[in-house]
C-alpha cells in the first residue's frame, strides 16, 4: 500500500485516498501497484501483435530473437505502434470534432424545419429560440470562421451560415481528393503550410504528395492502420512521417473543429474568475459531477439543473440546490464558459465518489475509469452514461440523443436529485481546500484584453522582458505523484520568465495551486520580466485555454505571432509540454505540436526506447524536417532547464 503524500502533492486527493485506504476501496494507485512489473517489451515498445503469427517481441539487449515472425525489425515494430497510438489519439478527438460539427448541423436543420412548420421561435433566423435545443451563441464568430473559409455571409441567415460551415467542416472528415483540409488552409500561415508541403522531400520521401499536409482526418486514420497491417510499410521514416500528417489532421482538422464550432454554438469563452477542487463539493446540496470531454452534453445538465421544477424538487427532498461541479475536460468546457467550478483533473475522479457527497457522476467519453462504477458502489453514486460508443456495465444508462437534449438532460439531473435522500449524512467527508482563479483565456479573449493584436506580447518577448511562451498541456498519470511535474516545471519556467499557456489536466492542476490568480506574480515561482508584464496589463503569469482538444487555441496563438513576424511557427520561442502524458490522444497532441513547428518535452518516456532509429527521429532528424522534435526527460527540472534552452536557441536565430 502507498502511503498518502506518495500518490499526490494534492492535499485533497491525499485525504480522500487516505480514507479510501481506511474503506478497503481499491483505486487507480493499488491497481498500478498490482501490475508491477509492468512488461519491460511493451515498455521499449518492442511487442508487436498486429497479426495472428505473434504476439512477438525483439530482444532489447542485440540477441535473438531480433526480428518478428514477419521478418519486422525493431525499429519498424516500434514505428507502428506508435504510429496506432497517434491515430487512436486523433480518433478521439476528431470524432468529437465530428460529433460538434453534427451537433451545429442538427441545430441549423430543426431550425430550418421549424421554420416550415411554423412553431412560434424568437428570432429565427439567428436561431435564438425557447424551443430550438442548441442556437448560435457567438454570431460574430460564426461569420468569422465563414469568412476564413471563403463562404459568403452577405445576404445569408445565421441559420443558412450555420449550416454551410457545419457542411465544410464535415466534407473535411470524409472528402477524396488529394487537396489539403479545408480547416487547415483557412487558418494555417503560408510560411507553415509550405515547411509541410516540402517536410517529405526533406525526409528523402518525395513520393509522399504534397508533403505531411493531411488530406481528409478519416483518411489518415484508416491509413494509418492500413500501413501497419502486416506486410505493408515498414520504413520507420515513412511510418512516422504519416504519423505527423495523422496528427495535424487532428489539429488543424478535427480538434480545431471542435474547438471552434464548440466556441460558435455555446459561446466563445471570456475571462471570468471560478473555482477548483474538491472543496467545490457541498455538503446539503444534490452535488452532480460532469465527466468527460464533450460539452453537448454538459452544457444542457448545466441548463437542466437551474431548472425552476427539479429546484423545487431538490428542496422537497432536503437539499438546498443542485450544485454542478466538472471534472477532467467536460469540467473545463463548463468553467471556461460559466464559471462552473471544476472538482478536479483525471486522478481525483475516484476521489470525488470517495467524499460519499456526490448524488450522481454523468460520463460522456474519453478518460473515465471504467473503476468508477466499483467505487460508486460503496457509496450511494450513481454513475450515468450517456454516449451511445461509451457503455459502462453497472451504470445507468440514459443515452444521449442532441434532438431531445433538452428532455434527456432533465431526466438526467432528475435522476440525481431522487438520489438525494439515499445519501449517508455521516459518511460525507469533503475536504475543506478550493482555490480561485481567472479562466476563459480564449484566442478572442486574450485578442481582447491586449487591445485586439498580440503587439504587447510580442514586443515584451523581443524586449526580453518574456524570454518566450510554453504550452503545457494534457493528464494526470499513477506512475507520477499527482500535480507534481505539473507545478514543478510550471515554477521553473516562470522563473525564467516564461509566459504560460495551457490546457487540460495541467490546466486543472495549476489552477488549484494559485497560478491562474495575478497575485501569483508576487510569489518567489515567477522573475522579475514576466512579473513586470502580467502586473502592467493584468494577468496572471499563466493562461488557462481550455480543455485538451483547446490545444489548438494554443496553436492559433502561436499562429498569428507567426504571421506577425512572417516566419513558420518553427521559429518562434515557443516550446510545448507533457509534464504527465498519459492517453493516447497525449501521444496525438505532442505530435501535431512538434509537426507544427513547436519542440515539445514528454515527462513520461513513450513506449519507443526498444527503436534507436526512431529515437534519433523523433527527438534529432525532425528538427531537419519540421524544425522541432521531441525533448523526453522525466526529472522535472532538468526539463524546464531544456526546454528554456530550447526558448533562448530560437531567441538568438530571430537574432533577439
Not at 145 to 172: M, P, S
Not at 240 to 261: K, V
Not at 427 to 432: H, L, N, T, Y
Not at 468 to 477: F, M, S, T
Request: aromatic share 6%.
Amino acid at each position: 500500500m502507498k502511503k498518502y503524500k506518495e500518490v499526490s502533492i494534492d492535499s485533497t486527493t491525499q485525504k480522500m485516498y487516505e480514507r479510501a485506504q481506511e474503506l478497503g476501496i481499491e483505486t487507480v494507485w493499488e491497481r498500478l501497484e498490482k501490475q508491477q512489473p509492468q512488461c519491460g517489451y511493451g515498455l521499449l515498445g518492442v511487442c508487436c501483435r498486429n497479426c495472428m503469427m505473434g504476439p512477438c517481441r525483439i530482444n532489447p539487449f542485440g540477441g535473438e530473437p531480433r526480428r518478428g515472425v514477419c521478418g519486422a525489425d525493431a525499429d519498424t515494430i516500434v514505428a507502428r505502434n506508435l504510429l496506432r497510438m497517434i491515430a487512436a489519439g486523433a480518433s478521439a478527438h476528431s470524432d468529437h470534432g465530428r460529433h460538434v460539427a453534427l451537433t451545429l448541423l442538427i441545430a441549423a436543420e430543426m431550425a430550418e424545419k421549424f421554420k416550415k412548420e411554423g412553431k412560434p421561435v424568437l428570432e429565427l433566423d439567428n436561431m435564438a429560440s425557447n424551443t430550438l435545443p442548441y442556437q448560435v451563441r457567438d454570431v460574430e464568430k460564426l461569420k468569422a470562421i465563414a469568412e476564413r473559409l471563403g463562404i459568403e455571409t452577405e445576404g445569408k441567415t445565421v441559420r443558412e451560415l450555420a449550416k454551410e460551415v457545419a457542411e465544410v467542416a464535415l466534407n473535411d472528415f470524409g472528402k477524396q481528393d488529394e487537396e489539403a483540409l479545408a480547416f487547415l488552409k483557412a487558418y494555417l500561415n503560408p510560411k507553415t503550410y509550405e515547411m509541410f508541403e516540402k517536410a517529405a522531400e526533406k525526409a528523402g520521401m518525395p513520393w509522399f504528395e504534397n508533403g505531411i499536409l493531411p488530406r481528409s482526418i478519416d483518411r489518415e486514420i484508416v491509413e494509418s492502420l492500413h500501413r501497419t497491417h502486416i506486410g505493408t510499410d515498414h520504413d520507420p521514416v515513412s511510418i512516422l512521417l504519416h504519423g505527423l500528417r495523422t496528427s495535424l489532421g487532428d489539429a488543424w482538422g478535427g480538434s480545431l473543429i471542435a474547438t471552434e464550432l464548440q466556441d460558435v454554438l455555446f459561446g466563445t469563452p471570456k475571462v471570468i474568475k471560478a473555482e477548483a477542487n474538491l472543496g467545490v463539493l457541498k455538503e446539503d446540496y444534490v452535488n452532480i459531477v460532469v465527466h468527460g470531454h464533450e460539452p453537448v452534453l454538459s452544457e444542457k445538465i448545466v441548463e437542466a439543473a437551474q431548472d425552476p421544477e427539479l429546484l423545487e424538487l431538490a428542496e422537497k427532498l432536503g437539499a438546498k440546490g443542485i450544485n454542478v461541479v466538472g471534472m477532467c475536460c467536460t469540467g473545463l468546457e463548463v468553467l471556461m464558459r460559466h464559471g462552473i467550478p471544476i472538482a478536479g483533473n483525471f486522478l481525483q475522479q475516484e476521489m470525488a465518489i470517495v467524499t460519499g457527497a456526490v448524488e450522481a457522476m454523468v460520463v460522456d467519453v474519453q478518460c473515465i475509469m471504467p473503476a468508477t462504477v466499483d467505487v460508486a458502489r460503496c457509496f450511494h453514486t450513481k454513475i450515468i452514461d450517456t454516449s451511445p460508443i461509451a457503455t459502462f456495465p453497472g451504470a445507468i444508462h440514459i443515452k444521449f440523443d442532441e434532438k431531445r437534449a433538452d428532455e434527456i438532460a432533465k431526466e438526467i439531473v432528475k435522476t440525481a436529485v431522487e438520489n438525494f435522500p439515499n445519501r449517508s449524512k455521516v459518511r460525507v467527508e469533503i475536504p475543506k481546500e478550493k482555490m480561485s482563479g481567472y479562466v476563459g483565456f480564449s484566442v478572442e479573449a486574450i485578442l481582447e484584453h491586449f487591445g485586439g493584436t498580440l503587439k504587447p506580447i510580442e514586443e515584451a518577448i523581443v524586449e526580453g522582458k518574456i524570454k518566450g511562451v510554453a504550452g503545457l498541456v494534457g493528464c494526470n498519470n499513477p506512475k507520477i505523484k499527482q500535480d507534481h511535474n505539473h507545478i514543478k516545471i510550471a515554477n521553473e519556467l516562470m522563473k525564467r520568465d516564461v509566459l504560460l499557456v495551457g490546457t487540460g489536466c495541467w490546466a486543472t492542476a495549476a489552477m488549484k495551486y494559485g497560478i491562474f490568480l495575478p497575485e501569483y506574480a508576487d510569489t518567489e515561482n515567477v522573475g522579475p520580466g514576466l512579473r513586470e508584464f502580467v502586473k502592467e496589463w493584468g494577468i496572471p503569469p499563466a493562461l488557462n485555454m481550455g480543455s485538451c482538444v483547446d490545444c489548438t487555441r494554443i496553436l492559433v496563438l502561436a499562429d498569428l505571432v507567426a504571421r506577425d513576424l512572417n516566419v513558420p511557427i518553427s521559429a518562434l520561442p515557443v516550446v510545448g509540454s507533457a509534464p504527465e502524458a498519459m492517453t493516447e490522444k497525449a501521444v496525438s497532441i505532442g505530435t501535431y505540436f512538434v509537426a507544427s513547428g513547436i519542440t515539445t518535452h514528454l515527462g513520461i518516456v513513450p513506449p519507443v526506447l526498444g527503436g534507436p532509429k526512431v529515437v534519433k527521429i523523433l527527438t534529432q532528424d525532425l528538427y531537419d524536417i519540421v524544425g522541432a522534435a521531441f525533448i523526453v526527460e522525466p526529472d522535472p527540472y532538468k526539463a524546464a532547464k531544456l526546454m528554456y534552452d530550447h526558448i533562448m536557441k530560437k531567441r538568438k536565430a530571430l537574432g533577439i
